[in-house]
């Protein structure tokens, strides 16, 4: 219902005609450059967990690691719970192939800690970004503000229970599964994050994925005939993202469109290309992969039956 407000609005001020006559004569040789882009962030998603997994003396295919990335992006997106669904697949995904449970959670630690890292400089270089453009407005202020106290609050949170994570799953009797969550991080050993190399990699990956697809937009803008610099599709991403992180709807649907489509008006962009760039990405970094995404995560459950 929120994705549909969104369309409507934004259709409301489009032309629809101008709308179907830039989605009609999209560039073929762009979209396969944001395909590229898109591909390519899975590979990073593969390579940080190839790497942390070799610092445990522990190898697995990249090909393998990069099917269970696509199929952690559904769970995650599908069970919004802040990356604990996701984190919960990749930990099973990962014993099922004879990984020890306290590395597989480590490398998920790894992972959630360098993301939010990553994100959260992320979201100042777009609010930087945007004060020089001198587009910062009351909204982007309060969510890269409430943003950056989540962003910073969740690799804490994980911090305190590594330390003191028997105590307070103690607390938890009322709550089972938070219980079992703080029990397996008070667990696992931070000895990945505490290695440069692999705290490196994985931060410098996650930093990786969020350009890449800001570049997703930038191509996607470009195959419909609307070049902007990247300056402008960087941060029209960003706050878009950073509004489906924030927002309580599954996959962010309506507030990233919202968000995204509202930017790229504000930085020049006509409202049409805005929607149809937006809706286009969504589809290459959301819609694309849920199929497939699905698929796997289904065959991993069913496995570790």
Known sequence: ??????????????????????????????????????????????????????????????????RLAVAKLFTDQALPSGGISGTTFLIAALSRRRVPASVALAVTLLAVVTYYAAYLIAAIATFLVLWL??????????????????????????????RAG????????????????????????????RTPRVAGVAFLGQLSIFVLDALTLWAVLW???????????????MLGSIAGTLGPVPM????????????LTVLGVPVEAALAGTLLLRGLTLWLPMIPGMIIARREMVAAR
Not at 135 to 158: H, Q, R, Y
Not at 223 to 237: C, H, K, Q, T
Not at 252 to 263: K, Q, Y
């Open 1 to 66: 219902m929120l994705l549909a407000a969104v369309l409507f609005a934004a259709t409301h001020f489009a032309d629809i005609e101008d709308f179907a006559r830039i989605s009609a004569h999209s560039n073929p040789l762009w979209l396969l450059v944001a395909v590229a882009l898109q591909a390519a962030t899975y590979v990073c998603v593969a390579v940080m967990w190839f790497v942390a997994l070799d610092e445990s003396r522990l190898r697995l295919p990249v090909g393998v690691l990069g």
């Open 133 to 162: 453009h001198h587009a910062v407005s009351a909204w982007i202020v309060t969510a890269v503000g409430v943003f950056s106290l989540v962003a910073t609050a969740v690799p804490a949170l994980i911090l305190y229970l590594s």
């Open 166 to 193: 028997p105590r307070f799953a103690g607390s938890m009797r009322r709550f089972p599964a938070l219980q079992k969550f703080a029990a397996q991080v008070a667990d696992a050993p931070l000895t990945l994050l």
């Open 223 to 237: 195959a419909l005939g609307n070049p902007v610099s990247v300056l402008v599709a960087f941060p029209a991403f």
């Open 252 to 263: 962010g649907l309506g507030a990233f469109e919202g968000a995204c489509i509202s930017m």
